[in-house]
């Protein structure tokens, strides 16, 4: 499996920002409007940006896979460690 793509942490930071009532930053017009486009993200004047449910399953996620990502590097390097053979002392 392949590590979680910049692209989609970058996703996940906005979401992130986006539930916790972060403002947006100018730049984030763009990916504001693909959210909204894609059903992620309803924008209106009573409640201002919010994610949808199928935004929130998203970064949820996103967030596991985060999680795995870090799981499996963890995984590794102990196996890498277990692998490597230890200086031993000549007799």
Request: proline share 5%; net charge negative; hydrophobic share 35%.
């Given at each position: 499996?392949?590590?979680?793509?910049?692209?989609?942490?970058a996703?996940?930071?906005v979401?992130?920002?986006?539930?916790q009532?972060?403002?947006?930053?100018?730049?984030d017009t763009?990916?504001?409007?693909?959210?909204v486009?894609s059903g992620?993200?309803?924008d209106?004047e009573?409640?201002?940006p919010?994610l949808?449910?199928?935004?929130?399953?998203?970064?949820?996620s996103?967030?596991?896979?985060?999680?795995a990502?870090?799981?499996?590097?963890?995984?590794?390097e102990q196996?890498?460690?277990?692998?490597?053979?230890?200086?031993?002392e000549?007799?």
């Open positions: 499996m392949d590590p979680i793509s910049l692209e989609d942490l996703l996940l930071e979401l992130r920002r986006i539930d009532r972060v403002p947006l930053l100018s730049k763009d990916i504001r409007k693909r959210l486009e992620l993200l309803e209106d009573e409640h201002g919010h949808t449910s199928a935004g929130i399953e998203l970064c949820k996103l967030q596991h896979r985060v999680a990502d870090a799981q499996a590097a963890k995984i590794l196996r890498e460690a277990e692998d490597t053979p230890e200086d031993c000549p007799n």
